[in-house]
């Protein structure tokens, strides 16, 4: 049967014709429903009659289309609301499918028949170390590789939600292993990359150094264990996954480490000491693994600096504060810190920068010495306007018992206080401000 406006007949797909612009709707149209295809893990669509709602972010994290409006659909002909037109092709059934036969059943959820597989590309049959993979930013990341056929050993300390992870990775149609990791523990950590090596003959090809855990109090409040389980997580934890992953790349000599800072790598994060000394330290260890490096032209070891991104970990970590916790806007979604790791498998760079934020605090790191100073005052305001809430030691020194997923939700509440960013541009300001005064005093 023809659905008569939009020119579609029920049970066959349809995917957009135009290559020109056809990278923005790689999936294809069934029965009233836009199935995504695997490069846009966070986008999701539909028809409401010939209208097509599509919802997605693009790189800067704005969405896509105003109103989730992408266009309408009318005889089989796609208009966008800028008014470009795209034609639609019906396109046949291949192994793709679940189902054998040509039709899929109409009592079988069609989502579940029409799963793409891995797309081809320069990841796919990689093997993908990826830490932290239970949340946050590693799980998006296990989806955004997943989605490129990569071969994925996910590793984290919980091992509930890491098989969860597990599954979310294989309905890609990917081959994907689940293997519980302590970051803090050496004996783990190396048995993490003899069974990586294994499930890939042999080869590791990219090591993700992402797992991470924070702690936020004054510092002498702050226990001494939860100061030095951030450190040992955050910041030797890496140095333990590029001190087992290193010798496989030398050996095939190729390989990419992939480590996440944060911009708090670039400007000290006053109440957060122990969090501060690991990003620090990060960059100081990546610089010297690359000054070693160099005689391993196709060994890349490379930094992803994001901003304040939406995750459970401001909920989920140690807060001995003694007020509830609230992340400074502006807050990104964490897909984008994924869709940046990918691109640095493919494609290696040593420095990557998520998000405007980011980008405004390292040029704020370089104009103004006493932005700590600033950050500190601001984070001190805020905290003491903050509701009363319980202190606690969080994930530190085991998973949180609540629920593990990419975003944290914070997203969806208002922030009026963005304080990074007021601190930084406050910063530059002075920093301009007390520059031009040391020029007119010459």
Request: aromatic share 8%; charged share 20%.
């Amino acid at each position: 049967m023809i659905d008569q406006a939009t020119g579609m007949k029920l049970g066959e797909r349809y995917s957009v014709e135009n290559v020109e612009r056809a990278h923005q709707f790689p999936g294809f149209f069934l029965d009233g429903k836009y199935y995504l295809g695997p490069e846009l893990l966070t986008a999701v669509g539909w028809l409401e009659g010939t209208k097509f709602i599509y919802d997605s972010l693009d790189a800067q994290g704005e969405p896509v289309f105003p109103d989730r409006v992408a266009g309408t659909i009318e005889g089989l002909k796609l208009v966008l609301i800028d008014g470009t037109a795209l034609k639609l092709s019906r396109i046949e059934a291949s192994s793709i499918l679940a189902s054998a036969t040509n039709e899929p059943e109409q009592d079988s959820p069609p989502a579940e028949q029409s799963r793409p597989a891995p797309t081809k590309g320069p990841l796919r049959g990689k093997v993908v170390v990826i830490t932290g993979a239970s949340s946050g930013i590693g799980r998006a990341a296990a989806h955004a590789f997943a989605c490129k056929g990569a071969r994925l050993v996910l590793a984290a300390r919980d091992e509930e939600a890491l098989f969860d992870v597990l599954d979310e990775c294989t309905d890609c149609g990917t081959d994907a292993v689940a293997i519980t990791t302590d970051m803090t523990r050496s004996d783990q950590v190396q048995a993490l990359a003899v069974q990586a090596a294994a499930f890939g003959q042999g080869r590791i090809d990219i090591w993700v150094n992402n797992a991470g855990v924070g702690a936020v109090g004054n510092f002498e409040d702050t226990p001494l264990e939860a100061h030095e389980q951030v450190i040992q997580t955050d910041l030797v934890g890496y140095l333990r996954g590029a001190h087992v992953a290193l010798p496989y790349f030398k050996a095939q000599r190729s390989g990419t480490l992939i480590n996440t800072l944060s911009l708090g790598s670039w400007i000290a994060q006053p109440y957060a000491a122990a969090y501060s000394a690991s990003k620090f330290g990060l960059r100081g260890l990546t610089d010297a693994l690359r000054g070693e490096l160099t005689e391993f032209p196709e060994i890349h070891v490379c930094d992803i600096y994001p901003a304040v991104m939406d995750t459970p970990g401001f909920r989920d970590g140690g807060n001995y504060t003694g007020h509830a916790l609230t992340p400074p806007g502006p807050i990104y979604d964490a897909e984008l810190v994924a869709k940046a790791m990918v691109a640095c498998a493919i494609s290696p760079r040593a420095h990557t920068t998520v998000g405007a934020a980011a980008r405004v605090a390292h040029l704020a790191s370089f104009l103004v010495p006493g932005l700590p100073l600033l950050s500190g005052w601001l984070t001190r305001w805020g905290l003491n306007r903050s509701p009363s809430a319980a202190i606690s030691s969080g994930n530190l020194f085991e998973p949180p018992s609540s629920r593990r997923s990419v975003d944290g939700g914070w997203r969806n509440r208002k922030d009026n206080k963005p304080l990074l960013v007021s601190a930084a541009v406050l910063g530059i300001i002075a920093g301009l401000v007390i520059t031009r005064t040391q020029r007119r005093r010459r």
